[in-house]
């Protein structure tokens, strides 16, 4: 069976402003997704055969609140989950630290980061 896995590009808002950026991504960019829209949908996918859950963006992270009250839902489905982001928030070893562990706390051990 082909393994399937769900993008979810949760804002165009991003701290940085890529020439490149597929999605013209930025700091003044305001569309985002919300728990509210995800949450109810999530059961969806997993009887669809999604197994691992990334989220993108934008930077996802700037929303790290809200992705941790998805990932309470995302972990009693039993999805993986992964995350992108660039690694704003790791401008001091003190807020990397704060936010690997709550990264890890959500179930969250592997980030790819877009440098
Ligand atoms: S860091 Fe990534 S999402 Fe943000 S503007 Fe650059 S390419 Fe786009």
């Known amino acids: 069976m082909r393994k399937k896995s769900l993008m979810v590009l949760y804002t165009n808002k991003c701290t940085a402003q890529c020439g490149h950026c597929c999605v013209e991504a930025g700091p003044q960019r305001t569309e985002k997704l919300s728990p509210e829209l995800i949450k109810p949908v999530l059961p969806e996918f ?3 055969g999604i197994r691992d859950i990334c989220f993108s963006g934008g930077e996802p992270l700037l929303f790290i609140d809200e992705l941790e ?6 972990k009693k489905i039993g999805f993986r989950q992964t995350v992108m982001t660039n690694a704003f928030w790791a401008n001091s070893s003190a807020k990397a630290r704060q936010y690997a562990l709550r990264l890890k706390s959500m179930g969250i051990e592997r980030e790819s980061l877009l440098l």
Do not use: K, L, W
């Open 46 to 48: 997993y009887d669809y």
């Open 69 to 74: 009250e998805i990932s309470e839902e995302i």
